[in-house]
């Protein structure tokens, strides 16, 4: 009982620094952007927020401007009528450090990740950006903000002192499992913890995650970028929230040790590891079943699982002849090919292209929208095309 008070307290001390951010630093960039963008002028983000840090020595400096190259398309499927133009209202006078490069693109050794985005530093060398993107919110979109950071409360919080001892790992895997799916998940996967899925500020120290996804409302994926999209986005994240926040306590519950693992967490990593498809060329997952159209949850803990296994569905010699995403997404920021992230090869998209159009609009995701995959329906059918191919060049490359 007292816990939950605790928790409560912290809750409602975030909401209120969140609200003052937004009617006090924020207001004066949302303003100032509006007016900009309605008279097709820019604002210099250098004005705005904290100092963050200069590239230094030979570190690359961010090059934020939208690509030119491919033919541009607009998928039939989406549902506005264009893309909204990759002229963006705001520039830098002096850019930060490339966001690629704090990714650990063209790294071959392998190391931690690094925060780059979703940080709420404002003095990290992404924070102008993220200044932006958290001050132009609208109203609604800074009430979902709220009511999905009211969930985080419970993301940890002290076990229960008797602990609920643990014979059956495969029994109680089932028991969990069923609890995600009946609050709302509609996959869940248990995977090992890796350092492949931390970052620098989260350092978590257990055996298990419990990995899941929720589906999206396809309807509204469609419609991105807009408001709708933006706030349906909000809300199904304030599901996965809600889920792993729920699942997490109900482990403390039970004596053992649990957290939500959500910001600063790389929940793709997790959902690979633990079966729930595979990234693709867009940098989101892909599962048979729902192609892109799921957010990911996921829930550190030391409770006694077992783990599930990746599966090979195709995705890779999917994407290897496939470019709907590349030409739909308006800067043209999805590489064609892999590329060698922090010592593993991988699907990557370019942060310092993507990242500009991204904050201008609010968000975006045209990309997991267009993927053929994410069409009811098709993806069982890639699935099992691509796996005969496969068989079929293997075969006929037998000496
Ligand atoms: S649109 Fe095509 S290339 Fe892009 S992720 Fe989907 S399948 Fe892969
Ligand atoms: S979210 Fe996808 S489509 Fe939008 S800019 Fe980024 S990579 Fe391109």
Not at 25 to 42: D, M, P, Y
Not at 86 to 111: C, K, M, Q
Not at 279 to 294: F, P, R, T
Request: with cysteine.
């Amino acid at each position: 009982m007292l816990e939950r008070v605790r928790q409560d307290i912290g809750g409602l001390r975030q909401l209120t620094a969140t609200s003052k951010r937004h009617w006090t630093s924020g207001r004066r960039i949302r303003r100032e952007f509006l007016a900009a963008q309605a008279a097709g002028r820019k604002i210099t983000l250098d004005d705005f927020g904290p100092p963050v840090p200069r590239p230094e020595g030979d570190e690359p400096v961010a090059d934020l401007a939208p690509k030119t190259g491919l033919r541009p398309r607009k998928s039939h499927l989406m549902k506005l009528e264009a893309y909204p133009s990759t002229d963006y209202a705001f520039e830098y006078n002096n850019p930060p450090v490339s966001g690629n490069h704090i990714n650990g693109l063209g790294e071959a050794e392998h190391r931690v990740a690094a925060p780059i985005f979703h940080t709420w530093k404002f003095g990290h060398p992404m924070g102008k950006l993220e200044f932006l993107f958290q001050g132009i919110r609208t109203r609604g979109e800074w009430v979902a903000l709220l009511k999905r950071q009211w969930n985080t409360r419970r993301f940890t919080g002290e076990k229960a002192s008797v602990q609920i001892p643990v014979d059956d790992a495969a029994e109680m895997t089932t028991t969990i499992k069923a609890l995600t799916m009946d609050l709302g998940a509609c996959m869940v996967g248990i995977a090992p913890l890796t350092d492949d899925m931390l970052t620098e500020e989260l350092p978590l120290d257990y055996p298990f995650i419990i990995s899941f996804g929720v589906e999206m409302d396809r309807d509204a994926a469609l419609e991105a970028p807009s408001e709708r999209a933006a706030l349906t986005i909000q809300a199904e994240y304030r599901g996965t929230d809600r889920i792993s926040a729920q699942v997490a306590q109900h482990i403390r519950d039970m004596g053992w040790d649990a957290e939500a693992a959500i910001h600063g967490f790389l929940q793709i990593p997790a959902a690979v590891e633990a079966g729930l498809g595979q990234l693709g060329k867009h940098g989101s997952m892909i599962s048979k079943e729902l192609g892109s159209m799921y957010r990911l949850g996921a829930v550190a803990t030391n409770l006694p699982l077992v783990l599930d296994q990746p599966e090979d569905i195709g995705v890779d010699d999917f994407c290897a002849i496939c470019s709907v995403c590349t030409t739909n997404c308006p800067p043209q920021a999805i590489f064609d090919t892999k590329q060698m992230i922090r010592g593993r090869e991988r699907w990557y998209v370019d942060f310092d292209t993507c990242i500009p159009y991204f904050v201008e609009n609010h968000g975006c995701g045209i990309c997991i929208g267009v993927c053929p995959w994410s069409e009811p329906g098709r993806g069982e059918g890639f699935s099992l095309k691509m796996m005969a191919r496969r068989a079929k060049l293997a075969a006929r490359d037998e000496p």
